[in-house]
């Protein structure tokens, strides 16, 4: 236990705790942004954010990941605020803590591994593409001078980790170039023209609604949708900064500790949140490993708010935009357009129509099921070909079948099957088969009853342990018959 500790705390204090000033410097326009974009104040997100970072460092089951308000979360929300209003807001946020931790409870993150390559690599593109997208708005028609600071900002994040690693390069961006905003002024937007920002600490909050079935109502299909989103970018994103980092998470951890900061920030006036894949490359980039740098960025944002809101709210918005411009280069997995290249057919086009969905929906959960489900659907149709070897000698017929049997092959092996046999002695030889499910099974009923009327002997040669097992538990024939 106590190695542990050190190991997920302790481990390069430094390197970590300057990691999370900088992810702390980048979460409070995003967080800003989504508070608007779900139609609340803006303190209701940066609350969150410092909630959410603050407490998943201690609950969550990946080092390093950031978790706070998140923009998936903001977009599913906007018609319950638009409605209801904040309190309900504040309601739904509580439930989907709760179904967060229940999943968790349940160990939902075993569910990670029917999730393909190509989905994630859908996943990943989709989301640097999008945060590429999110920062036009703040880059493009503005001024010459905001071209000047994004562009100078690209290029400290760019050359100095090459000469100078001791402190990271988006830091140095924010303070050398926020110190030459604040000595020579410049037509740049600032942090400020996003919102404004409240200098007090987050109080104690039971959500002002009427505790009945139908606020239950009311809030359950937003809690759901909450619940599912923040899981599924936040059991993604930690998969990630797995393979970023060479290490792993338990996900099953991840997903009970993003149901408790949820219900926490619930409770404390914030939004929803999950894991958050541009500040967790940042983060993970600027050479952080442990909880600390998770528990640094919540505790340096409150900080920032409280102590230094008047300084904040100077921050150029060219430069966060840059840094995350240069985050969504990152997160891109170039060596995509080789895949694409290489890999069959049906996996680019999973990969494809994940990017699509996401771009289309502005939703990553939907896009994964929906890549997901289509490479079932090709994962299905792939091993349902059936093939079925006639051999005859005398009045006996063996049919030797070979493939996957269940409900996607099962036509295939009828059709390869002469039912107008008569009088004979026919077997059904499945060496190389594996019967899978209740279609499988039915099938090879229908076919031996079909054979019987016919006054053929029908037997059933050499199956396997779990075939055998499938056919005594369903199958209506004759135990006899089975060889």
Same mark, same amino acid.
């Given at each position: 236990?106590?190695e542990?500790?050190?190991k997920e705390?302790?481990t390069?204090?430094k390197?970590?705790i300057l990691?999370g000033?900088v992810v702390?410097?980048?979460l409070?326009?995003?967080?800003?942004?989504? +508070?608007?974009?779900?139609?609340v104040d803006?303190?209701?997100?940066l609350y969150?954010s410092?909630?959410i970072?603050?407490?998943i460092s201690?609950?969550?089951g990946r080092?390093?990941?950031?978790?706070?308000a998140?923009?998936?979360?903001a977009?599913?929300?906007?018609p319950?605020?638009?409605e209801?209003?904040?309190?309900?807001l504040?309601a739904?946020?509580?439930?989907?803590?709760?179904?967060?931790?229940?999943l968790?409870?349940?160990k939902?993150?075993?569910?990670m @591994?029917? *999730?393909p390559k190509?989905?994630?690599? /859908?996943?990943v593109n989709?989301?640097?593409?999008m945060?590429?997208?999110?920062q036009i708005?703040?880059?493009?028609?503005?001024?010459i001078s905001?071209?000047?600071?994004?562009g100078?900002t690209?290029?400290?994040v760019?050359?100095?980790p090459?000469?100078?690693?001791?402190?990271?390069?988006?830091?140095i961006?924010?303070?050398?170039?926020?110190?030459?905003?604040?000595?020579m002024g410049?037509?740049v937007?600032?942090?400020?023209?996003?919102?404004?920002?409240e200098r007090t600490?987050p109080s104690?909050? *039971?959500p002002d609604?009427?505790y009945?079935?139908?606020?239950?109502r009311i809030?359950?299909?937003f809690?759901?949708s909450?619940?599912?989103v923040?899981?599924?970018e936040?059991?993604l994103?930690?998969?990630?900064?797995d393979d970023?980092?060479?290490?792993?998470?338990s996900?099953?951890?991840?997903s009970r500790?993003?149901?408790v +900061?949820?219900i926490i920030?619930?409770f404390?006036?914030?939004m929803g /949140?999950?894991?958050?894949i541009?500040?967790?490359i940042?983060n993970?980039?600027?050479?952080?490993?442990t909880?600390?740098s998770t528990f640094?960025?919540g505790?340096v944002?409150?900080f920032?708010?409280?102590?230094l809101g008047d300084?904040?709210? #100077?921050?150029?918005m060219?430069?966060?935009a840059g840094?995350?411009?240069m985050v969504?280069?990152?997160?891109?997995?170039?060596?995509s357009?080789?895949?694409?290249?290489?890999?069959?057919?049906?996996d680019?086009v999973?990969m494809?129509?994940t990017?699509s969905?996401?771009l289309?929906t502005?939703n990553?959960?939907?896009?994964?099921?929906?890549g997901v489900?289509? +490479?079932?659907?090709f994962?299905?149709?792939?091993i349902?070909?059936?093939e079925?070897e006639k051999?005859?000698?005398?009045?006996?017929?063996?049919y030797?079948?070979d493939? #996957?049997?269940?409900f996607?092959s099962?036509?295939t092996m009828?059709?390869?099957?002469?039912?107008d046999?008569?009088?004979?002695?026919?077997?059904l030889?499945f060496?190389n088969?594996?019967?899978?499910?209740?279609?499988?099974?039915?099938?090879?009923?229908t076919?031996?009853?079909?054979?019987r009327?016919k006054?053929?002997?029908?037997?059933?040669?050499?199956?396997n342990?779990d +075939?055998? @097992?499938?056919i005594?538990?369903?199958?209506?024939i004759n135990k006899?018959e089975?060889v």
């Amino acid at each position: 236990m106590i190695e542990t500790f050190k190991k997920e705390w302790l481990t390069d204090p430094k390197t970590n705790i300057l990691a999370g000033i900088v992810v702390a410097l980048a979460l409070i326009p995003e967080a800003i942004a989504f +508070s608007i974009i779900a139609g609340v104040d803006p303190m209701v997100g940066l609350y969150a954010s410092f909630i959410i970072a603050v407490s998943i460092s201690i609950l969550g089951g990946r080092p390093a990941m950031i978790s706070a308000a998140t923009g998936a979360i903001a977009l599913l929300v906007t018609p319950l605020v638009r409605e209801y209003g904040v309190e309900y807001l504040l309601a739904a946020t509580l439930l989907m803590g709760l179904i967060q931790l229940i999943l968790g409870i349940l160990k939902i993150g075993k569910l990670m @591994k029917f *999730i393909p390559k190509s989905v994630m690599l /859908g996943f990943v593109n989709a989301l640097a593409i999008m945060i590429f997208m999110s920062q036009i708005e703040h880059i493009f028609g503005i001024s010459i001078s905001t071209y000047l600071y994004v562009g100078v900002t690209l290029l400290i994040v760019y050359v100095v980790p090459r000469f100078f690693k001791a402190v990271p390069a988006p830091l140095i961006a924010i303070v050398v170039l926020t110190a030459l905003y604040l000595y020579m002024g410049a037509d740049v937007r600032t942090v400020g023209d996003l919102g404004a920002i409240e200098r007090t600490l987050p109080s104690f909050i *039971i959500p002002d609604v009427p505790y009945t079935l139908e606020t239950l109502r009311i809030i359950l299909p937003f809690s759901i949708s909450m619940a599912i989103v923040g899981l599924v970018e936040s059991l993604l994103t930690a998969k990630i900064v797995d393979d970023a980092t060479d290490s792993y998470s338990s996900k099953n951890r991840e997903s009970r500790g993003q149901g408790v +900061s949820n219900i926490i920030a619930g409770f404390f006036g914030g939004m929803g /949140g999950c894991a958050m894949i541009g500040q967790s490359i940042i983060n993970v980039r600027s050479g952080a490993t442990t909880r600390l740098s998770t528990f640094t960025a919540g505790m340096v944002l409150i900080f920032l708010i409280i102590v230094l809101g008047d300084l904040v709210v #100077q921050v150029p918005m060219p430069i966060l935009a840059g840094i995350m411009v240069m985050v969504s280069i990152g997160t891109f997995d170039w060596g995509s357009f080789k895949y694409m290249t290489r890999a069959p057919r049906t996996d680019v086009v999973v990969m494809v129509v994940t990017v699509s969905i996401v771009l289309m929906t502005h939703n990553l959960a939907i896009g994964v099921v929906a890549g997901v489900i289509l +490479s079932a659907l090709f994962f299905a149709t792939k091993i349902s070909n059936v093939e079925v070897e006639k051999t005859e000698s005398g009045n006996e017929v063996n049919y030797r079948i070979d493939g #996957q049997v269940f409900f996607a092959s099962v036509d295939t092996m009828m059709n390869q099957i002469d039912l107008d046999d008569e009088h004979r002695m026919i077997e059904l030889d499945f060496t190389n088969a594996h019967i899978w499910d209740d279609s499988g099974v039915d099938a090879i009923d229908t076919m031996i009853t079909k054979m019987r009327r016919k006054d053929n002997q029908v037997y059933i040669r050499n199956l396997n342990k779990d +075939s055998r @097992k499938i056919i005594n538990e369903l199958s209506m024939i004759n135990k006899e018959e089975l060889v």
